[in-house]
């Protein structure tokens, strides 16, 4: 077994973020890394009181960049007040804690400031004394630009947060300008320091949907990425591992800051005018509701939605996610059922025929909330896996009387909170893809991860080693399966920005098996085959039957 990295966590001070507390205490669990010394960097940045801070910042930066900052951190304050009330889970976010609780030895440094307080060099002194601690990599979790001998101090380098896609977004503040332009994703880089700022060499790179508020947009940006530094430094702690660098392209964009009076006016205005339609809606009752259609065709890629029929959805509840299913000639079309009243979706299933639709009942109900009935066949037997996150299992109902009678079968996946779970069989072997949230956020668009196993009821689905093979709320959710002469294709959902299930699109999966996965996007439908309607999420096939939802705004919910 090869011997445990060691690795050194730099920052400004013993009293650190939730985000810093939080890594140090994954490495403790960790069986392949130590975080072995805190080193802190003792600057004048952070000394004095308040008022000698104030004139020091002034003088380095002027009085008009002080402003922005200091009007920036007001708003920031306000947004954190109603984040904290809103979201329990966030409620110690924003607390600070202290490093010595952990009893890991520290060494502080005096870093050479540049004239404007951004640069740090470290000297020849403290470097000598970083390079006596024999440490394999370092983490950047403090301030300031890193540039000279520093980046190379350890034989893997420096790893260090860049939150947003520094292909189109270098500066800041974290997640700010994705959700003051409206982004339908924020994305965030885990790279290794080169001397261009933002511009290392970036070993992961994930993205998630953006949220409507700033300070909610970075909480869970900042909670998400943490627990994927804690991944890249377990996989460079791995024997022989060498890290994926991806590519890179010129920085085409100017170098973003924290945002000007004007700008700070226009994303208040923005936010208030759409908490107020949130507000609206709901006093209003004016629901998002999802209704699903279907047609008769003989290729699922060669329709022309705008001529499907719909299924009006019954009082006092709404059908989405349908999953399509042929037996002795006819076609049955299971959905999701959902209750308005009881807040909670069942099973169903409706007859589909060349004339006509007709509801036939409900097949699946439990105590949590079911969607996405996914079927597939094995053995002559006929299964559903429909979402059941609110469980936190992963489950396997077996048909026992088609189509109103199914028992649950097998649990494969325990203790996960996965969601819109697709399993097929490949090259002697069952695939189950899911979305999978890595962090506490119960965020099921961002990530999609792979399992496999020889049987279908089997108790241990091993998990590919690239999960998630996708982190990109703009594909990863699944939104069913398709096949063409043998082929597998996936279906993903689309986030919009503060709206989910946006779009859908196909894509074939070109490359799967137990250490790799690719795919290739062949097209994607945009939600204008209605009038009027705001996103479509689920597509089905088979047997000459294509079934999809659709969502559209309603006055009530009758």
């Keep these: 077994m090869p011997s445990r990295l060691k690795v050194g966590l730099i920052v400004d001070n013993q009293i650190v973020s939730k985000q810093i507390d939080h890594l140090v205490q994954m490495s403790l669990k960790s069986d392949l890394y130590d975080i072995t010394c805190i080193i802190l960097q003792d600057t004048d940045r952070f000394s004095g009181n308040l008022v000698s801070k104030i004139f020091r910042y002034i003088r380095k930066n002027g009085f008009n960049k002080f402003i922005r900052k200091a009007t920036f951190k007001i708003l920031v304050k306000i947004e954190i007040l109603v984040v904290k009330?809103?979201?329990?889970?966030?409620?110690?976010?924003?607390?600070?804690?202290?490093?010595?609780?952990?009893?890991?030895?520290?060494?502080?440094?005096?870093?050479?400031?540049?004239?404007?307080?951004?640069?740090?060099?470290?000297?020849?002194?403290?470097?000598?004394?970083?390079?006596?601690?024999?440490?394999?990599?370092?983490?950047?979790?403090g301030s300031g630009i890193l540039r000279g001998r520093i980046l190379e101090a350890c034989h893997k380098g420096i790893i260090s947060f860049h939150h947003a896609d520094n292909d189109d977004n270098r500066g800041g503040p974290p997640g700010f300008w994705e959700v003051f332009n409206k982004e339908k994703r924020t994305g965030f880089i885990i790279q290794l320091l080169k001397d261009e700022l933002d511009g290392g060499d970036v070993i992961f790179r994930g993205f998630i949907a953006t949220s409507f508020l700033y300070t909610l947009n970075r909480v869970n940006l900042l909670t998400k990425s943490n627990i994927f530094l804690?991944?890249?430094?377990?996989?460079?702690?791995?024997?022989?591992?060498?890290?994926?660098?991806?590519?890179?392209?010129?920085?085409?964009?100017?170098?973003?800051?924290?945002?000007?009076?004007?700008?700070?006016?226009?994303?208040?205005?923005?936010?208030i005018r759409t908490l107020s339609c949130k507000v609206y809606r709901k006093l209003m009752a004016r629901n998002y509701r999802w209704s699903v259609a279907y047609q008769f065709v003989e290729n699922w890629d060669e329709v022309t939605l705008w001529r499907s029929k719909r299924i009006k959805n019954p009082p006092n509840r709404y059908l989405a996610d349908p999953f399509i299913w042929n037996r002795d000639g006819s076609h049955y079309c299971f959905v999701e059922d959902y209750n308005y009243k009881t807040r909670l979706g069942c099973i169903s299933v409706y007859e589909i025929t060349k004339d006509n639709h007709k509801e036939l009942g409900v097949v699946l109900k439990e105590s949590f909330h079911l969607s996405y009935p996914f079927l597939l066949e094995s053995n002559g037997e006929l299964y559903m896996c429909p979402e059941t996150s609110q469980s936190n299992s992963i489950r396997l109902y077996k048909c026992i009387n088609f189509p109103l009678k199914w028992t649950l079968e097998k649990i494969l996946i325990k203790d996960v909170s996965a969601a819109d779970t697709n399993i097929f069989y490949r090259d002697e072997k069952w695939w189950l893809f899911t979305n999978i949230c890595s962090s506490e956020l119960g965020d099921h668009n961002s990530e999609l991860h792979i399992f496999s196993s020889d049987e279908l009821l089997s108790d241990t689905w091993k998990p590919h080693p690239k999960n998630p093979v996708i982190f990109d709320s703009l594909i990863a959710r699944n939104g069913g399966m398709l096949f063409k002469q043998g082929n597998p294709f996936r279906v993903f959902q689309r986030s919009g920005w503060d709206f989910y299930g946006e779009a859908f699109g196909v894509s074939k999966i070109t490359d799967l098996t137990d250490s790799t996965y690719d795919e290739e996007v062949q097209f994607i439908v945009e939600p204008k085959f209605f009038k009027g309607i705001k996103g479509t999420h689920t597509y089905s096939y088979k047997n000459g039957l294509i079934a999809f939802d659709f969502v559209e705004s309603v006055n009530n919910t009758k």
């Excluded at 607390?95 to 005096?110: A, G």
């Excluded at 973003?256 to 004007?262: D, I, Q, S, V």
């Excluded at 226009?266 to 936010?271: D, E, N, P």
């Design 85 to 141: 009330r809103r979201k329990v889970i966030f409620k110690d976010f924003f607390d600070k804690f202290d490093l010595e609780s952990y009893d890991i030895k520290s060494l502080v440094v005096k870093p050479n400031l540049s004239s404007r307080g951004l640069v740090y060099r470290y000297t020849e002194e403290d470097l000598k004394k970083i390079e006596n601690l024999n440490l394999d990599l370092l983490i950047r979790g």
């Design 230 to 271: 804690h991944k890249a430094i377990e996989s460079l702690a791995e024997e022989n591992s060498q890290p994926r660098i991806h590519l890179k392209k010129p920085y085409a964009y100017p170098l973003y800051t924290t945002p000007t009076l004007t700008q700070q006016l226009r994303y208040v205005i923005s936010t």
